[in-house]
């Protein structure tokens, strides 16, 4: 996460040096895509900061705190990822697609390990619930029961929230590091 933001603050930099990219974004038809812009690196920024913060300190040993925390880090990641593709589709003018496999796997566990009461099918044979319990809350073993009702039967996967943030964390920094190259290059052609 600390390169993460260590590469958003170079993009931030760079866009303050030059004038010409911003005031492109300030004719009348783009001024709604200057707000996105620092809009999602402002929340890009504090996501970022929040989610290395917690993981430093941890989750509280009160198990209630710690369950809030849970769905608190997984909206953080949301949200950050949200602004990466934002930022992305502004700077690359497209759309971030394919994004990595655990890009999508950390996505997903808010909904997942939420149980949703609505029956929602995970599968094509059957529907899955899956719910974190409030004594099971760690980085590095977040302990979930999920009812698979193809098999009628309960399982109690172990998610390594810690491993899978890293290498999320590898993955969204590879998006920031393409859109600061880009922005180089655009600026860098932009002065010639």
Same mark, same amino acid.
């Given at each position: ?12 930099? @760079?866009?303050? #040096?030059? %004038? &010409?990219?911003? /005031? ?6 783009? *001024? +709604?895509?200057?707000? =996105? $812009? ?5 929340? @890009?920024?504090? #996501?970022? %900061? &929040?989610?290395? /913060? ?6 509280? *040993? +009160?198990?209630?705190? =710690? $369950? ?5 880090? @997984? ?118």
């Amino acid at each position: 996460m600390r390169e993460l933001l260590e590469v958003r603050s170079k993009i931030y930099d @760079l866009w303050q #040096s030059v %004038e &010409a990219p911003r /005031a492109l974004f300030l004719q009348s038809k783009k *001024k +709604d895509d200057y707000a =996105a $812009y620092y809009t999602a690196m402002y929340l @890009l920024q504090d #996501s970022g %900061e &929040a989610l290395y /913060a917690h993981r430093e300190k941890g989750f509280a *040993k +009160d198990p209630l705190l =710690a $369950y809030i925390e849970l769905w608190g880090v @997984l909206q953080a990641i949301n949200v950050q990822q949200d602004c990466i593709a934002e930022i992305y589709r502004l700077i690359m003018r497209k759309k971030l697609e394919n994004q990595g496999p655990f890009w999508m796997k950390i996505r997903n566990y808010r909904n997942k390990l939420a149980g949703h009461p609505v029956a929602k099918t995970h599968n094509e044979v059957g529907i899955k619930r899956t719910f974190v319990g409030r004594n099971q809350v760690t980085y590095s073993s977040l302990t979930c029961e999920e009812w698979d009702s193809s098999k009628d039967l309960s399982s109690f996967p172990v998610i390594t929230l810690d491993k899978e943030l890293d290498k999320y964390s590898e993955e969204a920094t590879a998006y920031i590091r393409d859109i600061y190259n880009h922005m180089k290059e655009l600026f860098r052609q932009n002065h010639k």
